[in-house]
Nanobody, 121 residues
Framework: QVQLVESGGGLVQPGGSLRLSCAVF????????IGWFRQAPGKEREGVSC????????KSADSVQGRFTISKDNAKNTVYLQMNSLEPEDTAVYYC??????????????WGQGTQVTVSS
């Protein structure tokens, strides 16, 4: 059974850091790019970052460039999103997804259930 399971969300102060994990079950990460998306209250879901199946290519939104880093560990079937210098505007539910490169929503085949990230003092 195909599953993507996110973890690592929580409450953090502005300027703080969190690392999200996306554990993949039921398929090999060699055949899908894995992307992180987020949806803030009252806003549309947006793409945050995507890593190619080989891990050689990464695409990130301008709003997170220099602050968020996506990586993958094939041995653990897990993709990570290291989030530094967090801002209140980063508050959202974060989802990981298996997709075609470079992770447009139209090419997503599988979604995780999401994990809440709240940035507040």
């Amino acid at each position: 059974q195909v599953q993507l399971v996110e973890s690592g969300g929580g409450l953090v102060q502005p300027g703080g850091s969190l690392r999200l994990s996306c554990a993949v079950f039921g398929f090999s990460m060699d055949i899908y790019a894995i992307g992180w998306f987020r949806q803030a209250p009252g806003k549309e879901r947006e793409g945050v970052s995507c890593i190619s199946s080989s891990g050689a290519f990464i695409k990130s939104a301008d709003s997170v460039q220099g602050r968020f880093t996506i990586s993958k560990d094939n041995a653990k079937n897990t993709v990570y999103l290291q989030m530094n210098s967090l801002e209140p505007e980063d508050t959202a539910v974060y989802y990981c997804a298996a997709a075609g490169w470079p992770c447009p929503e139209a090419l997503v085949d599988y979604w995780g259930q999401g994990t809440q990230v709240t940035v507040s003092s």
